[in-house]
């Protein structure tokens, strides 16, 4: 079971622009001193994620200190997270690029420009040559001002590619773009900001509002942080919006079905939990403050006008969407199937060599496959795999 696609690593061109740029503006500061500033920052801008909740103006975007710290440590995170979908979206999902003229990419709540970039950088990574426009909309005018930057003192990475920038109010009605709509619109991280103290249908009508700037082909990857809550409300918001026919439901699961964990309690969420690499320097940072560095969790979906492709509505599909277990002389794992339902899968370690046990211990939340084999018993939602050949993925990015 190989991974079907392996992903461009974060640049290292990125990190070091980072760096470089916090070094200049501490130029009389050595480098632990440096690396404290940051890691008192990225205390706080913990807290204001996961505690506090603030997201005015004053609280991270016009701070030097907020952005150069998201830019060293919590920018690659959203680089991995939204390189990730964009991959499942163009490889495994049926979004394709324009015949001919530029691939359009909006990304809303855009920030320091880590969703857009990641997209840009993706999407040539797969041979897609077309010219690529990037629209970046934020509140916050230093932040696009430093995305400018980036993306003029980097651009070989993303050659052929074109940024346009807005500062914008998005908790204000959103305006329409009526000479052009975009092929890809991307919410990295960005839409329960913008959604804080937004009742549910003031969310659904702003959600709706999107309609009218995306093609008909086009589509929207909304990657969120890893809170159940926040996670949660995603995939009700993605729910209804489907289920009235305002967007069609493409991912995380199958024909448009959606979210299972949302019906019934359960042990588990709808979140990704992926294995990404982290660099000396961010390891150096967190190292002190015991941050986990080496994955990446968040929640996704996935929407579009076209109709998702077809699936079996069975069990013989499934995203996994729980650790791989051991126990009791089995591995086993929680998939979704493609009927929109909670499976367990289970294979006895007795009918695997070591080199099998190796590869599906290694298989992560997110990853699809396909189950060719398998068997019931009493209950249906238990699923017995006879043996290692009877699985194949049929989606796992790797870097």
Not at 215 to 240: H, R, W, Y
Not at 251 to 276: D, M, Q, W
Request: net charge positive; aromatic share 12%.
């Amino acid at each position: 079971m190989d991974p079907t696609l392996i992903l461009p690593p974060y640049p290292k061109e990125i990190g070091d622009w980072w760096w470089q740029h916090a070094t200049q503006k501490w130029s009389d500061h050595g480098e632990e001193k440096i690396l404290n500033l940051i890691r008192k920052e990225i205390v706080l801008q913990s807290d204001r994620f996961n505690k506090n909740r603030t997201f005015e103006s004053y609280e991270y975007g016009s701070r030097d200190l907020s952005l150069i710290t998201y830019g060293n440590f919590f920018f690659p995170r959203t680089w991995y997270a939204m390189s990730l979908s964009v991959a499942e979206a163009c490889a495994f999902r049926g979004w394709n690029q324009p015949r001919k003229g530029p691939i359009r990419i909006l990304d809303i709540g855009s920030g320091l420009g880590a969703s857009g970039l990641s997209a840009m950088y993706q999407l040539k990574s797969l041979k897609i040559d077309n010219p690529i426009t990037l629209d970046a909309w934020d509140y916050s005018g230093k932040s696009l001002n430093l995305l400018k930057t980036i993306c003029l003192d980097c651009n070989h990475l993303w050659n052929l590619s074109r940024l346009n920038t807005r500062r914008i109010d998005l908790r204000a009605p959103l305006p329409l773009v009526r000479k052009q709509k975009f092929d890809l619109i991307l919410l990295g991280y960005s839409m329960n900001e913008i959604f804080e103290n937004f009742e549910l249908d003031q969310q659904i009508e702003w959600m709706r509002a999107l309609t009218y700037l995306l093609t008909q082909n086009g589509f929207m990857i909304i990657v969120e942080p890893a809170q159940k809550k926040i996670c949660d409300q995603l995939q009700i918001i993605s729910s209804f919006l489907s289920n009235q026919g305002d967007y069609l439901l493409h991912a995380p699961y199958f024909n448009g079905k959606t979210c299972p964990f949302l019906k019934a309690k359960n042990s588990y969420y709808s979140h990704e939990v992926r294995k990404i690499n982290s660099s000396l320097r961010i390891q150096k940072i967190s190292a002190p403050l015991k941050l986990e560095t080496r994955q990446v969790k968040f929640g996704l979906a996935i929407l579009s006008r076209q109709k998702p492709a077809a699936f079996p509505e069975d069990s013989s599909y499934c995203r996994i969407v729980s650790p791989i277990k051991k126990k009791k002389g089995t591995l086993s794992f929680v998939g979704i199937g493609g009927d929109g339902l909670e499976y367990t899968y289970e294979v006895q370690k007795r009918n695997l060599l070591a080199d099998q046990v190796k590869k599906i211990t290694k298989l992560e939340r997110g990853d699809i496959l396909k189950i060719h084999e398998q068997e019931k018993g009493k209950d249906a939602q238990r699923i017995r795999i006879p043996k290692f050949e009877s699985i194949s993925c049929e989606f796992s990015s790797r870097w």
